[in-house]
């Protein structure tokens, strides 16, 4: 079942930005590609889906979600468009939508930008939304940050970093060349980069984390009976774990060294690159492994 699109408020500013020395520069590069800016901003305003899920595809730019006490969803879409005249991206801005459509007890918002070699559109999302609501976000090019829920969140980014912070539920994360941030956060927590660092601070629950190029950081303060699962394929581990845990430790580097700050027991196990023992009774797993770099416990 669809739902018509929600309506801009009243409030809307715009800006073409002539006149002076920029009026004179951009009679010189009248006709270039990119050479002409209009900006606007548009809120839109939802009732919050019956399924309790948002999902988000923006195609380039900034998305932010806020969790609130609130019953509603608000989006603020901050739109910017690029031609080679005002005319022309002033037409592109019109042309740039926000799309809703409920389905399934899920509400999706899906940006459309039209494509041409020689104009180039973005939208920067700010969502504030009810803090239980489930929230899946896709980004294409553009940073994504999700703060304040209490609900499982999920989110994609082909070129931008993930910051997660404030947020008590399973997080779901995976960027292409980028890196991950996640803080105060509760959970079953999956962060995946193909080229950027993952760090980790103040996770309660069970980690799995990998990176092919980079640093993984992780501070738990609590660890679930899922444990914590680290790996890199060129780049530094170093795991912070408390004070008091029981778990089964397995560190294994192929080229680097291996710093333990803690006692091992269980009949520790060190040889070729790979130390092995138990911290309290033993129970949740603590897997470590990197190809090339060092590996710190501390």
């Known amino acids: 079942m669809s739902r018509p699109r929600g309506h801009p408020s009243h409030s809307r500013a715009c800006d073409d930005r002539r006149g002076g020395l ?19 901003d548009d809120i839109l305003r939802f009732p919050s889906p019956g399924g309790l899920s948002l999902r ?15 019953d509603d969803i608000e989006v603020k879409a901050c739109k910017t468009a690029r031609a080679e005249s005002t005319e022309a991206a002033a037409q592109l801005l019109e042309d740039i939508h926000i799309v809703d459509v409920e389905m399934g007890g899920v509400l999706s918002l899906d940006v459309e930008i039209p494509r041409r070699w020689n104009r180039h559109g973005s939208v920067n999302l ?5 803090d239980k609501l489930r ?3 896709n980004a294409a090019n553009g940073k994504v940050t999700i703060a304040g829920l209490r609900s499982a969140v999920k989110a994609r980014s082909s070129n931008g970093s993930v910051t997660v912070s404030d947020v008590v539920g399973d997080v779901d994360i995976m960027t292409s060349n980028a ?5 105060d956060t ?12 993952v760090e980790v601070d103040g996770h309660r629950g069970s980690i799995d984390a990998s990176t092919s190029n980079g640093l993984i950081s992780a501070s738990v303060d609590d660890v679930s009976r899922e444990g914590v699962v680290l790996s890199t394929s060129n780049g530094r581990i170093v795991l912070d774990l408390p004070e008091r845990v029981d778990a089964d430790v397995d560190m294994q580097v192929d080229n680097g060294v291996i710093r333990n700050d803690r006692t091992l027991g269980g009949g520790m196990r060190e040889t070729n690159g790979r130390l092995r023992g138990t ?3 033993g129970g949740a797993p603590v897997k470590l492994r990197t190809s090339n770099g060092s590996i710190a416990l501390r």
């Not at 959970?187 to 950027?196: D, E, I, P, Y």
């Open 126 to 130: 700010e969502i504030r939304v009810p």
């Open 135 to 137: 929230v899946e976000v």
């Open 279 to 281: 911290l309290g009774r």
């Open 179 to 183: 890196k991950v941030e996640c803080s």
């Open 186 to 197: 509760c959970g079953r927590l999956v962060a995946r980069s193909s080229n950027g660092k």
């Open 56 to 70: 988000v595809h923006n195609v380039n730019g900034k998305t932010c979600v806020h969790g609130e006490a609130r």
């Open 22 to 40: 920029g009026g004179f520069l951009r009679t010189l590069l009248s006709g270039i590609p990119w050479s002409e800016r209009v900006e606007c």
